[in-house]
C-alpha cells in the first residue's frame, strides 16, 4: 500500500511540475501541488525502507551538490537573517496575475528538497520502482494541460504575445517545451503501443511541446533545439545522411515560413529572431547584464556572495552600473560563479562536461531521455533556473544516463513493452 502511494506521488509530481504560477488563474495553488508532493516522497523515502541496491550517484553531481549545501549552510551561519519564509513585495499585474519575490528561506529550502528528490528519483528509476515510459507520459500530458488550458502570457514589442504555459518567464517555459518534446519523442518511437490511438496521444503530446516552443519565441530555445538536432543527427546517422537529412528539413522549414504561416506570424518571427536587433539590443540587455557583473569578478570570485544573493554585487558596487540593480544574471554559469564562487562554477561546469559526455556514449535507445540535458546546457546561457523544478527531472534522468553507460543493466528498466 505504501508502496503503491510512493510511486503515486513521483507520477502526480511529474504531472504537475509544469505548473508553476502561471497556472494560478485556473488553480490558485497550481504550483503548490509539486513541493507537496516532493516533501511527501522525502518523507515516505524515510520512513518506508524499500529495499533497493545502492545506485551510484555520478561523482561530479555529488560534488557540486555538496559543495552548494556546505557553501550554502555557512552563508547562513554568517548571515541568519536569510531564513525568512513567505512571499515578498507581493503585487497584482494588469492581467489579475499575483506576482511576487520568494524569500531566500524559500528558495533555500525548495533548492535542497529539489535536489534531494533528484536523487530519490534517480535511484527509482534504477530500481524500476518508477517506470519510465510512465513517467514521461505524466510529465508530457501536465505539460501539455498547461498549454491547451491556457496559462500565462507575455506581451512584447505590443504587437507580440508570447505564451509561458503554467510559468510567467517564456524562457524557462521553453525549457519545459524542450524536455517535453524529447519525452513525448521517447514515447513515440520506442514505446510499443497496441492501439492506434495510444500513438495518437504521442504525437498530440510531441505537437503541441512544439508548438509551446514556437510560441514562447524563446531565441535561445530555439538555439538549443538546433544543437539538440544536430547530436541527435550525429549520434543516429553518416555524415552524407545528416547532410541530406538537414537540407530536406531546411527546405521543408522554407516553404513553411514562405507560404504557409500567417504574414503577421511571419514578420513577428522575423523580428524577433533578428540578428541586427539582437546586436543592437544585446539580446535583451544580456550582454550589458553579463558585462556589469563580470566586471566585478573580484568581489565575488573567491567566496561568492551566498545562495540567492547575487545581485547584491550590483547593489553595493553601483558604479557605472548601466542597469538595473536587481536584474540577476541571466546565465546559469555565471549565477553559480557569482553565487558560489570560482570552486562553484567550477564544479557545475564539470557536471554539466560530463553530462554531455554521458550523452556522447549512450545508446540510441535512450538519446531521447538524455538530449534534454544538452537543452538545458544551452538555454541556461541565456536564463537562470537554479529555482526551478524541471532541471531536477533533467538531472535525475541524466545520472540514470551515466548510471547505464557504467553497467549497461538497466534495460528491463525502461519497460519497453506493449501499453495496453
Known sequence: MIKNIFVLLFYLSAFFAPWGE???HFFSSASSIFPLCVFCIIALSLLFRYKMKRYHLPKAFKIFLVF???????YIIINPSVLTFGTNDVYVSGDNFIKGKTSSGDAILKFFAFGLYSCILF????????????????????????????GYQNEYANDLVRISGGLTDPNAMAVDSLVALSFSLFLLNE???????????????????AYA???????????????????????????????????FIFLILL????????????????MRFDFDEAKETGGSNRVGIWTAYLARWMYYFVTGTGFGNCSSVLQQHSTGVEVSLNYVTHNQYLLYFVEQGLLGFIFYANYIIKGIKEIE??????????????????????VNLSGGRTVWIVFAFINFIYAYNKHRKYEQNLSIRPLQ
Open 191 to 209: 514505446v510499443k503501443v497496441k492501439a492506434t490511438i495510444n500513438r495518437g496521444i504521442f504525437l498530440f503530446l510531441v505537437a503541441v511541446s
Open 123 to 150: 535511484k527509482s528509476l534504477c530500481s524500476g520502482l518508477v517506470k519510465i515510459p510512465m513517467y514521461l507520459l505524466a510529465f508530457c500530458c501536465g505539460f501539455c494541460c498547461t498549454i491547451m488550458i491556457g
Open 255 to 270: 516553404v513553411i515560413y514562405r507560404y504557409i504561416i500567417p504574414s503577421d506570424f511571419r514578420d513577428t518571427l522575423s
Open 68 to 74: 552548494v549545501f556546505i557553501h550554502t549552510l555557512f
Open 22 to 24: 502561471g497556472m494560478q
Open 213 to 247: 516552443l514556437i510560441m514562447s519565441f524563446s531565441r535561445g530555445g530555439m538555439l538549443a533545439l538546433f544543437l539538440m538536432a544536430v547530436m541527435y543527427l550525429k549520434r543516429k546517422y553518416d555524415l552524407i545522411r545528416i547532410i541530406f537529412c538537414s537540407i
Open 361 to 382: 556514449k549512450t545508446s540510441k535507445t535512450m538519446l531521447f531521455l538524455a538530449l534534454p540535458f544538452m537543452g538545458y546546457a544551452v538555454a541556461t546561457f541565456f
